[in-house]
């Protein structure tokens, strides 16, 4: 138990539509990250988020596109879905402090399942 | 730019046998490293974490990992293998002190055999 939870857990979307997949951190975390897990694959960093401000970014397309909010949820929206965006997504939570250097360790959550068809 | 190379996208062992799975990494400054477990349909679990203090870790399930800055590798031990450590295991590194922006190797699988 990681105290990061998030929804739904499974999804099936239709390719074009818009998706957003939600993640609780624990509490207290200021940080999320967001990672997307292709089937076969080591998780891939999408983006992070620090006190509600994009703070990096991998290599991912604009249509991937994040919030988080000031109880440091956070939301992952994907627009014009493709087949390949297929796979688990997973958010991970964590301290930073003010020089942004992590004052403990992140926590994955379980993860949302998403199918594009 | 860091990355991790995991040796191996499928290990088997024995029951009881040692258990040993490779990475290697590749840090431009001091890297931390780390190894999660994956269980089928289940998120990332942390076994261990290297953070430039001793060069052998242990972490939980009586798994270890060995830091060689001379090889620059991580491998992760464990001296006996249980069944339930059937698994997929991810090998990572990030930039310093910022173990959220987690660079994951592509995974091994570690299958047990009875």
């Known amino acids: 138990e990681t105290g990061v939870t998030q929804s739904p857990t499974h999804l099936i979307k239709t390719r074009g539509q818009q998706v957003t997949l939600r993640c609780s951190s624990q509490s207290g975390h200021n940080t999320v990250s967001w990672y997307q897990q292709a089937l076969g694959q080591g998780p891939q960093f999408i983006f992070q988020y620090y006190r509600e401000e994009e703070n990096g970014r991998g290599n991912f397309p604009p249509r991937f596109s994040g919030l988080q909010f000031p109880n440091y949820s956070s939301e992952l929206n994907v627009n014009a879905l493709e087949l390949d965006d297929s796979a688990l997504y997973l958010c991970?939570?964590?301290?930073?402090?003010?020089?942004?250097?992590?004052?403990?360790?992140?926590?994955f959550g379980q993860g949302t399942r998403l199918t594009v068809v | 730019a860091q990355s991790v190379t995991q040796l191996g996208s499928h290990v088997s062992v024995s029951e009881g046998a040692l258990v040993l799975l490779r990475c290697n990494y590749s840090s431009s400054v001091p890297p931390y490293l780390f190894w999660y477990v994956q269980y089928p349909n289940q998120g990332l679990q942390l076994l261990l974490k290297y953070t430039s203090a001793a060069t052998l870790v242990k972490g939980i399930n009586g798994f270890e990992a060995e830091f060689k800055k001379s090889e620059t590798s991580f491998h992760l031990t464990k001296p006996s293998a249980h069944m339930s450590d059937a698994a997929e295991y991810f090998c990572a590194v990030s930039e310093g002190n910022r173990d959220d922006k987690i660079i994951f190797g592509k995974g091994t699988r570690l299958h047990i055999l009875p």
């Open positions: 991970a939570s964590s301290l930073a402090g003010k020089s942004r250097t992590l004052e403990g360790r992140a926590f």
